[in-house]
């Protein structure tokens, strides 16, 4: 073997040397404890995006249901819309019922102190004035025509609210009690209630006041039978203290005929 083949073989076996010892270097093989970290660290990382996922998985459920919650106040709304407009449509009849009596009344003749009547009050003067007069419900006895005001009452003046007729005491006295519709028949906001509409301000409290004390206690109706004296309360309680109908639940009204 000459010098030179000699010469070309000591640099290959050089290369070959310094070739496996850089590139252990720069790759070596993971020990056990190195694997374990790293696949812990790519578990931490997994968890982490699971974790993001789920929040936006929450966050659409949560818009979902935001637009659930929208779509069934729309609903609600749509029902009450329709729920007004058949009411509206019954306020109508009644009205032209009521219209229709009164013609019939007028054109036959008829003696106003030998009927019912519902009041309402003047707006200006605070008089009470004659809205209409029942005609065909006065040969009841005293007890049925209080609980047939107190239902015209409730359904032609005051929106379906609870007037009940809770008794006539041992001196004549008629007690009267006005209730607001159960909360699940009325969602807060889409009806008119005592508290909210009847009771307020001067002219609406006093207009309230006026309707209910007159037409229980029939001044200009000619009625031995009749009752003596009507005294008001509010879900039971009487004496309830309100600014604008305060006269309405201040004790007995006695009935002094015209």
Do not use: C
């Amino acid at each position: 073997m000459n010098r030179k083949m000699l010469l070309f073989i000591i640099v290959i076996f050089v290369l070959v040397a310094l070739f496996l010892r850089f590139s252990g270097t720069d790759n070596p093989v993971l020990s056990t404890d190195e694997q374990i970290t790293l696949l812990e660290s790519r578990i931490e990382m997994l968890t982490i995006e699971n974790t993001n996922l789920k929040q936006q998985i929450d966050d659409n459920n949560q818009r979902i249901q935001s637009q659930s919650d929208v779509l069934e106040a729309l609903k609600a709304q749509i029902e009450l819309l329709l729920d007004s407009e058949n009411g509206l449509k019954t306020g109508q009849d009644l009205l032209a019922y009521r219209l229709k009596k009164q013609v019939e009344l007028i054109t036959t003749g008829f003696d106003a102190k030998d009927l019912l009547a519902v009041y309402s009050g003047d707006i200006d003067s605070y008089e009470p004035v004659v809205l209409y007069y029942v005609q065909e419900e006065t040969k009841l006895n005293t007890l049925d025509n209080l609980n047939l005001l107190a239902q015209i009452l409730s359904t032609e003046q005051f929106n379906n609210l609870p007037i009940t007729i809770v008794k006539i005491d041992e001196e004549n006295i008629l007690h009267v009690d006005l209730s607001e519709t159960p909360e699940e028949n009325n969602p807060i906001g889409t009806s008119k209630t005592w508290q909210n509409f009847y009771f307020q301000g001067s002219t609406g409290g006093m207009i309230t006041t006026i309707t209910l004390m007159e037409t229980f206690l029939q001044k200009s109706m000619d009625s031995d039978d009749w009752i003596d004296g009507v005294v008001f309360s509010y879900e039971g309680e009487y004496g309830y203290l309100s600014d604008h109908v305060e006269y309405l639940f201040d004790g007995v009204h006695v009935r002094e005929t015209k």
